[in-house]
């Protein structure tokens, strides 16, 4: 078969990621252009030659995984689930701030003496059968369960609402996604105490063997990880402006930097305003903080004199070169390093 020359994204085609996923992108700058709804494609008009997929999320880890796909959206308990052992998955970003959520154990609220995995081990040893788990998550249930000295566990592979089966009585408990855990108190289920097996939230992943060997596929995960950084960044913040009156710009900033929260990201700029009375002590100050200071940097401008405070939100924050593309980076050059040694062994080998 001939090689691929395209470069393909694959977002979430349905379920709790699918619009959100829509949604980021367009606040990140890259919104997706799909005129028709029923076509599984389409395309980002800022990332011109970039195909867009829509598939189920757990199929985008395995497209990525065998390198039908060079980039996906999907949450990190999939990637966790699906990902295999041939390192070909690379996580680029595992934070992307949305579709939060965490897989965890949970048993009937009848079990009223089960309330840890400690009481869990306990319970299974009373039962003449394996404990019956069901679950959408085989390799991660199980690997949690052996961790926590289950011995004797049957995996039930289920898809569909899970929260039915110890009702129903093909499983005991059940392994599952929860978000805000009334689905599980609507069904007389209650999570385990310390049963989070696994804390998740959309992700974006993509093909390792891709950005090794092609540049174009490189480029465009850089473009990618930069929107995604500075948006994400520029969430947490915001640009606060002021007048203030001073000798001059020093002057001004020294008394800013003796306060706690009024550096900015690197120091403030500081520019003078022209009133109408000629006064030329007037300057205008602009800084970025984290959002969650605000109210800390506006009761200190006031303290040092500044006036007509504005707050507006931030857009982007570009940084220099963000450290996720200098982690992707590297992890590419180690990828490279490898295949070099591979070939220098069978060189010897011959």
Request: a negative charge; aromatic letters at 6%.
């Amino acid at each position: 078969m001939d090689q691929r020359t395209d470069i393909r994204l694959s977002l979430p085609s349905k379920g709790r990621l699918a619009q959100a996923a829509l949604n980021f992108l367009a606040a990140c700058g890259l919104e997706v252009d799909k005129p028709n709804p029923r076509q599984y494609a389409a395309r980002i008009p800022a990332l011109p030659g970039l195909t867009v997929l829509f598939q189920r999320p757990g199929d985008i880890v395995v497209s990525v995984r065998d390198g039908s796909v060079d980039f996906g959206i999907t949450g990190m308990d999939v990637v966790a689930e699906r990902q295999g052992d041939n390192g070909a998955v690379l996580v680029l970003h595992d934070a992307l701030n949305f579709g939060k959520c965490h897989l965890c154990l949970a048993v009937p609220e009848e079990w009223e003496t089960v309330h840890t995995m400690a009481d869990l081990v306990t319970y299974a040893r009373t039962l003449s059968r394996p404990l019956r788990v069901a679950t959408k998550f085989p390799h991660l249930t199980g690997d949690f369960l052996t961790r926590h000295a289950v011995t004797s566990f049957a995996i039930i592979n289920a898809e569909g609402t899970l929260e039915v089966a110890p009702a129903i009585g093909y499983a005991d408990i059940i392994a599952d996604l929860v978000s805000s855990g009334q689905t599980l108190r609507d069904n007389r289920l209650r999570p385990l105490d310390d049963g989070v097996i696994l804390h998740s939230q959309a992700a974006l992943i993509a093909n390792r063997p891709a950005l090794k060997a092609r540049p174009e596929v490189l480029d465009v995960a850089r473009k990618l990880l930069e929107f995604v950084e500075a948006h994400l960044r520029a969430a947490d913040h915001v640009a606060v402006f002021a007048n203030m009156r001073g000798a001059s710009p020093q002057a001004i900033a020294e008394r800013m930097f003796a306060q706690d929260a009024l550096s900015g990201l690197q120091g403030p700029t500081i520019s003078p305003v022209i009133v109408r009375d000629g006064d030329p002590n007037w300057y205008a100050v602009h800084i970025v903080v984290r959002r969650e200071q605000l109210f800390q940097v506006v009761a200190e401008l006031r303290a040092i004199g500044g006036s007509g405070v504005v707050v507006a939100p931030v857009a982007y924050i570009f940084e220099e070169e963000p450290a996720r593309y200098r982690a992707m980076m590297e992890a590419v050059q180690e990828a490279r390093g490898e295949k070099q040694g591979d070939r220098g062994n069978d060189v010897e080998d011959l």
